[in-house]
Structure formats: C-alpha cells, structure tokens
C-alpha cells in the first residue's frame, strides 16, 4: 500500500522546512509586553535553534522518521477496526461490559475528593487563573480525566506486543500500528469520561462555551504524546521486562509531580520550583482541561508553553519512529 499523501520525499522535505520556517518568524515575532525581556529573548533563541536542528535533523533522518507515520496513515482503517475490537474483547466476559471501564475512575475521583474535603480541608475553590477559579471537585476531576487517560494508554500501549506477540511474529502484519490500537482503545473511555467532567461542571453552574471545544485540542496532545512514549517503551520492554515495573512506579511519582490533587499556586513562593514543574509536558495539559471550563481565552495564547510542548511531544515521537524500526527486526526473535 503506498498512499502517500501523494508527496515525494523532496517534496515533504520543503513543506517540513517551511512549516519551521513559519513557526521560527512567528516566535522571533511575537511579543508578550508583561513579560521580562531578557528571559524571552532566551526563550527565542533557544526557539530557534531547536527549530533548526529539528529540520537538519528531519533531512538527515527522512526515511528512518517517516516510515511510522506513513504506515499509520496507510493502515487506518484496520486500526480504526482492531481497535473497537479490542475494546469489546477487554469487557467481552463480563455482564456489565465497557460500564466497568467507567467504574474505577468515578470511584477514584469520589474517593480523592472526599479524602481531601473531610480530611485535608480542601473544601473552597481553587484558583486556575488570575481571578478564576473552580470548585474543588470540578478542579480535583478536571486533572484526573487526562491523568487517567495518559496512565492507561501508557501503560497498555507498552505492552501492546507483547500482549498481541502472535502477531509480531507474522512477517506480513505491520505490527507498528499495535501501539496504536491500544493508545485509541484507552480514548473511547476517556471521551466518556470527559463527558461525566463537562456534566459535573454544569451542575456546579459552569456550562459549555465556544472556549471548551478545546478540550478536544487537549486531547489530542495528551493522543500524541502518550503514542510516541508508546512507541519508545513498547520497543524496549521487549528487551527488558523490569520497564513495566519502572513505568508503574513513574506513574505512581508522576501523579503526585502533577498538579492534579493540589494547585500549583501553593508554589507560586518558589519561582524555580514552578519552573522544572513545568517542564512535565502533563502540566500543559491538565492546565488546559481546567482552563477551557471556565477561561475565556484560546490555547495559542500562551504561546511558549504551546511551543514548548509540542517540541517535547515531536521529539518523543521521533524517538520512538527511529527505536521502534531500528529494533523492530529483532522482536520476533527476543519473543
């Protein structure tokens, strides 16, 4: 199958370069009159410079990066099917079925929520902007939608060969798109999920707005981010089967490390502390689920944080492009 979008590898080369070019001009000129100038000139040109070594590295590596995407795009439709079929298998022996998907999150955010009203004294509203803030449990339930997302997909998308190694052994099934199916299965419950958060919101008095449709924008990124880490530990924990035991444990730090239980103004007395905070590119994203509730503003304009994410989530991508097909010769004989 080679629908390729219809491009030649010159071709999307130069829309790759121009697209950079773009992002590089509109950071050089975009301009923040509150902030300090010196730290974003910084910001700039370390901007840049990323930017040009993403596209020198985009040129060398053309093949080795672009062989993932592409085999995704060609084999959408299978995924789209095991995908659902995946889903249906995970809950097939079961009377209530996919219902159970949603039981352990509701019951985590009670649970959270009541331990931390009764007995922790959070019982006000919490601040997610200057002026604006939420009620506790729409604030406490607005970072666990993405935070049990992000934790399931991760975690079932590592071990997605090996849970289908029948097929990894196949030389003709593309196993790359295995990944996938899981990360795409896990976002069938998050949507759900997200949904109960709308609904929880409005009865607090918080209805939807235009703002709030970009909650699927959120998604997206946490999609993207969370694929590309798929790719990195599905390749290596093959190799090394203690990783699903680090990952357990990183996911047990991370949500703590995360601003999802507490608010990141507890730290605003320590400048540095709130500075390598936000180098988890998960803060973007939980700060965007509660933004878009009650904020009235649009995702692009915090623009450094924006980029800063994307950066991260390209680079992890890219990374798992190049592991998984370097590795990917050997999985069927590790297995």
Known sequence: M??????????????FCALAGLLALVVVF?????????EELYKKLILCGVILGA???????????????????????LIWRLAKNDFRKRYATSYLGAFWALVHPVVTVVMYWFVFQNFLGQTGRQEVAAGIDLPYVVFLTAGLVPWFYFSEAWANGTTSLLEYNYLVKKVVFKISILPMIKVIAATFVHLFFALILLVLAACYGIF?????????YYSFCLFVLVLGMSYVTCSLVIFFGDLQQIIAIILQVGMW?????????FIADKPWLVKIIKLNPL????NGYRSCLVEKTWFFYDFF???YFWIVTVVIFGIGALMFKRLKPQFADVM
């Open 283 to 286: 803060v973007y994203i939980v």
């Open 305 to 307: 944080s924006t980029v």
């Open 55 to 77: 596209c020198l590295i985009f040129i060398r590596f053309y093949d080795k990066l672009t062989t993932l995407p592409f085999e995704l795009f060609d084999n959408r439709k």
């Open 30 to 38: 975009h301009d923040n009159p509150r902030a300090n100038p010196t």
């Open 2 to 15: 080679r629908n390729r979008l219809h491009l030649s590898k010159r071709a999307w080369i130069i829309v």
């Open 257 to 265: 490390a995360t601003p999802i239980l507490w608010n990141i103004t």
């Open 208 to 216: 939807p707005t235009v703002y709030t449709i970009q909650i699927l």
